[in-house]
Every structure is written in structure tokens, then in C-alpha cells.
């Protein structure tokens, strides 16, 4: 029985270990025309109300109140950090963020002041997405979530679990009411500072591309820690230069 | 006999592998970032009338730095093979074309304002990773990188890193679904019109 247990616990390890990481110019995207007309309805809400809202709040909100806002929002990811560093055996960062922590709160009047980054605790982000990867689980199928904007099954798992290390989750009270207020804030200032990279945005071929590819690439990088393993563009046939793919082995 | 032919050999080639070394990646780039930085500096009020003019110098001091027909195959990927050899070369030339616009003119208005940081290179083999702070007027730091490769004894740049993002992964991706939708010739003649100016992430 014990055996048994231990049999199904390994193959769904094995499971989840093969789901590897794929390049992000083809990664699994079976859900792609759903994921389309999920990211259509995104571009319009958020041409009708977020950026609209956005462009007054930016507006009406001085540069350095929007920095004092975003700092305050990291924050309270600090704890996120934390664990998921620890969980990543990063303890030398776990500690780190614990100063971040410790430093803002205090010093930096409750987040808003990021002091902790004038003294070289620059910000670290880890989430249980980033964890799960780090261990080698596979992103799985790329997904576009309804406002909530491009994710895969392994960071959607990641973004549920994280809700359980963030603060206002054991605040009394109404746990969605706290989540929407302050997701709703955190996403204004977001986007009002995005303000400027609508342009880029708009230029592209396919804005569905370049969100898609951007993400993967994006949380990749972040997994690596900013430094991850270098793309060899496996070609299909190379011109016969030296490519002994240590790149890959890496 | 052979011995003196063979120590002039070496002593060549010790000759030569002793230059390659002389040069590492991030010198080259820097070197060519000054040139750049110069030229426009000493000429700033022609380039901002006369376009082409800093067009035309980007291409002879820049572009010489890049690996243009390797960035092409990088791109086109799957569609490298099938490819004529006219579509290859006009492709290259319309993407390299592209590029100089699109960063081209972020050089123009930056010049004077960027801060480069040159942070340590990681070499590995015949290629490298040259890793880059720049940060504006505003004090915004972005994390630039530079993959190069040694082309006759020479590092030459095959794709730009913004922030993590790949120019050459992001391109293949647009590129190889926009090639699919209609056709290579259709992509390169759109390019040659400069539609896609200012598609390079990175590019304001």
C-alpha cells in the first residue's frame, strides 16, 4: 500500500518533470483561439476603461507618487518573495527579501519608500510559478487569462497558491473584496506607467505574438534569476560552424 | 627545409590567435559604440535634417558590427530553406534596413543622455554574451544584451536582448506566422515598403 503510494507519488513527479520547458517562439498554445478572442476582449476593455482610467489617474498622479504606489504594492510581495526563495533552498535571497521587508515597512513609511534598494537590497521576485520551474516543471499550455492577462497552467497554479502568503489574505473580513480593491489599484498604477509602451505595442504585426513570446521569455529569464541558459535558435541546418551545443547543455 | 617554413607558420598563427585574443567581445562593441556616439555628437544638426545622411553612416559604422546574413537565417528559421537565394539577400537587406531605422532613430534622440554600464562577458566557445546596463535621463535601468560570434576573427553581434526579450525570437515568431498567413515574398515586400519601422522591441 505504502509502496503503491510512493509508486503514484514518483510517477506524477515524472509526470510534471516531463512536461519541459519549450522555446518561446513554439511554445504549447493548443488553446490559441480561445486565448485570441480571450486577448481581444482583454485589448478592449482595455481600450474603453483601463487606459482611459489610467491616462487620468497618470494624470492627476505625480510621477513619483506612481513609484510610491508601485513600491507599496511590492511590498506587500515581499512575503511571496520570501517563502518562495526559501522554497527554492535561496537563502541567502530569502534573507535578503526578509531585509527588504524589515527596511520598507519600517524606514520606508509601510513600502512606499523602497530605502532597501539604496542600501543593495535591489528587488528579487520570486512567486511559486518561478519556484515550480525552478524545480523543472514544464510551463505547460500557454493561457490567456480574461483580465488578468497572459499566464500558463504552471503559473496559474503558481498565482493561486501565492494568494495564501499575501497579507491582506488573513486580514478579517472579506478576502475578495481586499483582492479586487487592491488588484484593481495596483493594475491603474501598472498600466499608467505601461502608458508609454502602447506605441511599441501597437506597432507590431501581431500583438497576440508579441505578448505571448514576450511573457514566455520574460518568466524564463526570471526563473534563471535575470540569467538564464542562452537560446541556441536550434537551426534546421546550420551552416557548419562549430555548434558543439554547449549552449543547451547548460 | 620544412622546419623554417613551419616555425614561419606558427609564428603566424600565434600571430594570429594572439589578435583574436587582443579583442574581446565587449571592446569591439564599445569601440563601435564610441564611433557611433562621435559621429553623432560631431554632426547632430546635419543627421537631424538630413536622415539619410545618419542612416548612411549607421550603415557603414554599425551595421559592419552585425551578422546580418546570419541574424536573416536566425529569423527565418524554417523558411531559411526554403528560400531563394535572392529572397535570402533581399530579406537580409530589408531586415537590416528595418533595424537601422528602428534603433537608428532611438540613437539619434538618446545619444547624449544614455548611460552605457558594461557588466562582465560570458564567453563560451566562438560565442559570447555581452551583458549591458543603460539607463536614460529619467534613471531607468534596462538590461541590454548583446549575443555576438566570432566571423573571421571578428565579434559580430546576431541578436539583441531587451530586458530578456529576444530580437530574433520575437521576429521568428511574428515573421514565421505572418509567412504563413501570406507568403515570404509578400513579408519581404512589405518590409521593403518600411511598414514594420519600428517593430524591434526596444524601439520607441
Not at chain 2, 616555425?7 to 603566424?12: D, F, I, N
Not at chain 2, 545622411?53 to 529569423?75: E, G, N
Given at each position: ?250 | ?14 600571430a594570429a590567435g594572439a589578435h583574436a585574443d587582443a579583442t574581446?567581445?565587449?571592446?569591439a ?97 566562438d ?22 560570434r566570432k566571423v573571421n576573427d571578428d565579434w559580430k ?48
Amino acid at each position: 500500500m505504502r509502496l503503491a503510494g510512493t509508486m503514484l507519488a514518483i510517477a506524477a513527479l515524472t509526470a510534471l518533470g516531463g512536461c519541459a520547458h519549450r522555446p518561446a517562439d513554439d511554445p504549447a498554445d493548443p488553446l490559441e483561439p480561445v486565448n485570441r478572442a480571450v486577448f481581444r476582449f482583454n485589448e478592449t476593455a482595455d481600450r474603453y476603461a483601463l487606459r482611459p482610467v489610467a491616462k487620468v489617474y497618470a494624470k492627476v498622479t505625480p510621477a513619483p507618487a506612481r513609484t510610491g504606489i508601485g513600491n507599496f504594492f511590492d511590498n506587500l510581495q515581499e512575503p511571496r518573495n520570501i517563502v518562495n526563495a526559501i522554497l527554492q533552498a535561496k537563502f541567502v535571497q530569502a534573507s535578503k527579501n526578509f531585509g527588504r521587508l524589515l527596511l520598507n515597512s519600517t524606514a520606508g513609511l509601510g513600502g512606499f519608500i523602497d530605502v532597501a534598494s539604496e542600501v543593495g537590497l535591489e528587488k528579487h521576485e520570486e512567486g511559486l510559478g518561478q519556484t515550480l520551474g525552478y524545480w523543472g516543471v514544464g510551463e505547460g499550455w500557454y493561457l490567456m487569462l480574461p483580465l488578468l492577462g497572459p499566464s500558463t497552467n504552471r503559473d496559474l497554479v503558481g498565482f493561486v497558491g501565492d494568494s495564501f502568503v499575501n497579507p491582506s489574505f488573513y486580514l478579517p473580513g472579506r478576502y475578495d473584496v481586499y483582492a479586487i480593491s487592491a488588484n484593481a489599484m495596483n493594475l491603474v498604477n501598472v498600466r499608467a506607467n505601461l502608458l508609454s509602451a502602447d506605441g511599441l505595442l501597437q506597432q507590431q504585426f501581431d500583438r497576440y505574438l508579441f505578448v505571448r513570446t514576450a511573457y514566455l521569455q520574460q518568466r524564463w529569464s526570471l526563473i534563471h534569476d535575470g540569467n538564464p541558459p542562452l537560446e541556441d535558435f536550434d537551426l534546421p541546418d546550420d551552416d557548419g560552424d562549430s555548434d558543439d551545443g554547449t549552449a543547451a547543455g547548460k | 627545409m620544412f622546419k623554417p617554413l613551419m616555425s614561419l607558420l606558427l609564428t603566424l598563427g600565434l600571430a594570429a590567435g594572439a589578435h583574436a585574443d587582443a579583442t574581446t567581445p565587449d571592446q569591439a562593441l564599445r569601440g563601435t559604440t564610441e564611433k557611433i556616439q562621435n559621429l553623432i555628437k560631431d554632426n547632430y544638426k546635419t543627421y537631424r535634417k538630413d536622415l539619410p545622411t545618419f542612416y548612411k553612416a549607421v550603415d557603414d559604422v554599425v551595421v559592419p558590427r552585425f551578422d546580418v546574413p546570419y541574424i536573416a537565417q536566425l529569423v527565418l528559421a524554417t523558411h531559411y530553406k526554403t528560400a531563394s537565394a535572392d529572397q535570402r539577400s533581399r530579406f537580409a537587406d530589408s531586415f537590416k534596413n528595418m533595424l537601422v531605422r528602428a534603433y537608428g532613430n532611438a540613437m539619434l534622440d538618446n545619444y547624449n543622455s544614455i548611460q552605457i554600464e558594461w557588466l562582465p562577458v560570458r564567453i563560451d566557445g566562438d560565442k559570447a554574451l555581452v551583458n549591458t546596463s543603460m539607463s536614460n535621463s529619467g534613471g531607468k535601468k534596462y538590461a541590454i544584451g548583446f549575443r555576438v560570434r566570432k566571423v573571421n576573427d571578428d565579434w559580430k553581434v546576431f541578436d539583441i536582448a531587451v530586458e530578456n526579450i529576444s530580437l530574433i525570437t520575437n521576429f521568428r515568431t511574428q515573421l514565421s506566422a505572418e509567412i504563413k498567413r501570406t507568403s515570404l515574398d509578400d513579408v519581404i515586400k512589405r518590409m521593403e515598403s518600411g511598414e514594420f519601422a519600428q517593430t524591434a522591441p526596444g524601439a520607441p
